[in-house]
C-alpha cells in the first residue's frame, strides 16, 4: 500500500500557511490490511480508518458516484485498484486535490499549484456540481484566502450559480449548513462567505436574514475590528445586530433563525442579549437606574456572570465611539452580586420587607453607575 497526505494539508504547506489537521488517503490496501496494521475502523460510508497513535484519519481510495439528493447521496467504490488520481478527481478545489507521497514527491494532476499561483479557487471536474455543500465550501474557502487575492474562478462560480438555481441546497441539513457558516464567521474575513453565497444567488436561500451584509458599511467597519481572539459567537452576535436590529419583531426572528439553524444554546443568547442590551448601552448614562437593573434581571446577569464578557465583546464591536458602558455594566453587576441577603436577615429583615429592602439598595447602587 502507498500512503499519501492530501487535501488541506499538501494546500496549507504550499501556501506557508500553519496546518493543523493532516488527511491521508491509502492506495492499494483492503479494509482487513488497514486493520492488521492497527488502524482503527470509523463506522461511516466509506472505510475511513484512524491512525492508533497519531489519531489521524486515513481514507481508502475511493471514488464516488451520485446517487441521490443532497451531500449525502453519494454512493462510494473503495477498492485496492482504485488509484490516486481517481481519488483526487472527486475532490472540490484543484487547490484541494493534491497529494504528497512519503519521499516528498507532489502529486498534481489537476493544476493545483497553478492555481494557488495564481490565486484562484477552481473546481477539478464538472462533477463538482453533485455536491450542493461545496457551494458553502468554496464560500467559506474565499473567506479563509481572499486577503491573499484568491478569487472564485469564473467558470466555477457559473456551476455554484447553477447548483443554486435548482433544490439542492434545499437537501442540507440545517446542522451542516451552520457548521460551514460556522466555520466561516471564524475565518480571516467572515463577510466573503456571505458575498461569495450572494454571487452564487446561494445566500436568500441559505441565509434570508444575511442578505444584509452584502455591501453594507456597518458590517464591514464591524468586521474590521475582528482579531483572532474574537470568539465566533461574539462575530456572530455582531453581525446579527446588523441584520436583525432594524426589525420590530427581530427578536423573534433570530430566535427563530437560530432554532431552525440548530446553533448553540451559548451563541443564539448571546445574540439576543446584543440585541437587547446594545441599544441601552449606547444611551447608558441617560438610562434610569430601574432600566439598568430591569437589563440586569431580563439578561440574569447576576447569577450568569459568564455572559458578560462576551456581550462586552459584542456590543463594543457596534460601538461607534470608544465607550465604556460594557465595562460599567460589568462593575454594576460585580457591586450589586454584593448585596448580602444573609446578613440583611441578621438584620431582622424577612419575608416582603427583605425583598423590598434587596430592591431598595440595588437601586441605590445602579444609581451610581
Ligand atoms: P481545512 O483546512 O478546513 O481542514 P481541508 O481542505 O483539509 O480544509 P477537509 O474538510 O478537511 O478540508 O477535507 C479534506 C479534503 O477532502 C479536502 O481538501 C478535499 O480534497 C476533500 N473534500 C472534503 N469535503 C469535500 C466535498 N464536499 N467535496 C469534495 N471534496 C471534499
Ligand atoms: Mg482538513
Not at 472540490?92 to 493544476?111: F, R, W
Not at 467559506?140 to 481572499?146: D, I, K
Not at 451552520?178 to 475565518?187: G, K, N, P, Y
Amino acid at each position: 500500500m502507498q500512503i499519501y497526505l492530501v487535501g488541506g494539508a499538501v494546500r496549507d504547506e504550499l501556501l506557508n500557511y500553519p496546518v493543523y489537521d493532516k488527511d491521508w488517503v491509502v492506495v492499494g490496501a483492503t479494509p482487513e490490511e488497514m486493520i492488521k496494521n492497527g488502524y482503527r475502523p470509523v463506522g461511516s460510508d466509506f472505510p475511513v480508518f484512524i491512525h492508533p497513535k497519531t489519531g489521524e484519519e486515513y481514507a481508502l481510495a475511493r471514488t464516488e458516484r451520485k446517487s441521490g439528493k443532497g451531500y449525502s447521496g453519494f454512493q462510494y467504490h473503495a477498492s485496492p485498484d482504485v488509484t490516486l488520481e481517481e481519488d483526487l478527481s472527486r475532490r472540490d478545489l484543484t487547490i484541494n486535490a493534491m497529494a504528497k507521497s512519503s519521499s516528498g514527491e507532489l502529486i498534481d494532476p489537476y493544476g493545483g499549484q497553478n492555481d494557488l499561483a495564481t490565486k484562484q479557487l477552481r473546481h477539478v471536474s464538472p462533477a463538482f456540481s453533485e455536491d450542493p455543500l461545496r457551494v458553502l465550501r468554496v464560500a467559506r474557502f474565499a473567506a479563509r484566502y481572499v486577503h491573499l487575492g484568491f478569487t472564485v474562478a469564473a467558470p466555477t462560480l457559473k456551476l455554484m450559480q447553477a447548483i443554486a438555481s435548482t433544490d439542492e441546497l434545499s437537501h442540507l441539513t440545517k446542522e451542516r449548513i451552520w457548521q460551514e457558516m460556522e466555520r466561516a464567521l471564524s475565518e480571516r474575513s467572515p463577510l466573503t462567505f456571505f458575498n461569495v453565497l450572494e454571487q452564487a444567488n446561494a445566500l436568500e436561500q441559505l441565509f434570508p436574514p444575511f442578505t444584509t451584509l452584502v455591501n453594507n458599511d456597518k458590517a464591514q467597519q464591524i468586521a474590521a475590528q475582528f482579531t483572532d481572539t474574537t470568539e465566533t459567537k461574539v462575530r456572530f452576535a455582531a453581525l446579527c445586530y446588523v441584520c436583525f436590529h432594524t426589525l420590530s419583531e427581530a427578536q423573534t426572528k433570530l430566535e427563530q433563525f437560530c432554532r431552525d439553524l440548530r446553533t448553540q444554546n451559548q451563541t443564539r443568547e448571546l445574540a439576543i442579549h446584543t440585541l437587547i442590551a446594545h441599544p441601552q448601552l449606547q444611551c447608558w448614562s441617560s438610562l434610569s437606574a430601574e432600566n439598568k437593573l430591569a437589563l440586569i434581571k431580563q439578561l440574569d446577569l447576576l447569577r450568569r456572570p459568564e455572559r458578560l464578557p462576551p456581550l462586552q465583546a459584542s456590543t463594543r464591536l457596534l460601538s461607534d465611539e470608544n465607550t465604556n458602558a460594557g465595562e460599567l455594566l460589568a462593575n454594576l453587576c460585580e457591586e450589586l452580586k454584593g448585596i448580602n441577603p444573609k446578613a440583611l436577615m441578621n438584620d431582622g429583615y424577612k419575608g416582603a420587607a427583605l425583598g423590598e429592602e434587596i430592591a431598595k439598595r440595588q437601586i441605590a447602587i445602579c444609581e451610581l453607575f
